[in-house]
């Protein structure tokens, strides 16, 4: 499995070019979909909706959204990641309840949580850039997809290049109180894509880590 891991780190590629004719498969998309579910978040709130998109007629309305970035039409399925500009109460009181019931105890064993939780995120210094806060998180499930795909041989390109505006408006967002945060096209890439060889480029063990024993 470790070599395995890294085998697929390795393969994987921001991908220029996908091959518009190759699909994902349900199975291997419904698997990703759980991965996407049971990525981690700050508090477990999971501040994000994600937005699958396959109809080709709205993905290629949303290559001029994207810088003109073909990947966004020629992709299988074009992710999106969709994140709350605001966390309320409501949100908060959802979480609680839901704990509550998985793990079989009272809503009001979890008060010292829900009043952390409120003070921080709804009432807090954190709630005045709530976007801020909810894309970091979705960067966590974006990380999530993007290694599950590698381990299914799928190629993907997350994908920061985009009027975030323009996908709001063409995805009816803003009135859902979400906006998006980051996209991503997943598929297989074209044969002809030239960026597929290109070697890595990435410091060394030495430059990046660290160790304090």
């Known amino acids: 499995m470790n070599e395995t891991l890294i085998e697929k780190l390795n393969w994987r590629y921001a991908t220029k070019a ?29 501040p994000w909706k994600f937005i699958v998109i396959q109809d080709q007629e709205l993905k290629v309305s949303l290559v ?87 381990l299914l041989s799928i190629d993907c390109c997350p994908m920061e290049g ?9 995805l009816g967002l803003t009135d859902k109180g979400l906006t998006t945060a980051v996209v991503c096209p997943a598929g297989y890439r074209a044969d002809d894509d030239k960026y597929a060889l290109s070697s890595k480029v990435r410091y060394t063990a030495d430059e990046l880590i660290e160790h304090i024993d």
């Not at 500009?85 to 949100?91: C, R, S, W």
């Not at 985009?162 to 063409?170: G, I, N, P, R, T």
């Open 18 to 46: 996908f091959n518009p004719e190759k699909k994902i498969s349900d199975a291997d998309w419904s698997t990703l979909e759980e991965a996407l579910i049971l990525t981690p978040s700050s508090y477990g709130l999971q």
């Open 64 to 150: 001029g959204a994207s810088y003109n970035q073909k990947q966004v039409a020629d992709c299988s399925h074009l992710l999106v990641f969709a994140v709350q500009t605001q966390v309320t109460e409501t949100d908060v009181n959802k979480l609680i309840s839901a704990t509550a019931e998985a793990r079989g105890v009272e809503e009001s064993s979890l008060d010292f949580y829900k009043k952390m939780m409120i003070g921080d995120i709804v009432e807090g210094p954190r709630s005045e850039n709530c976007v801020g806060w909810a894309k970091l998180q979705s960067y966590i499930a974006l990380g999530n997809f993007m290694t599950s795909a590698a």
């Open 162 to 170: 985009f009027v975030s505006s323009l996908y709001d408006d063409a």
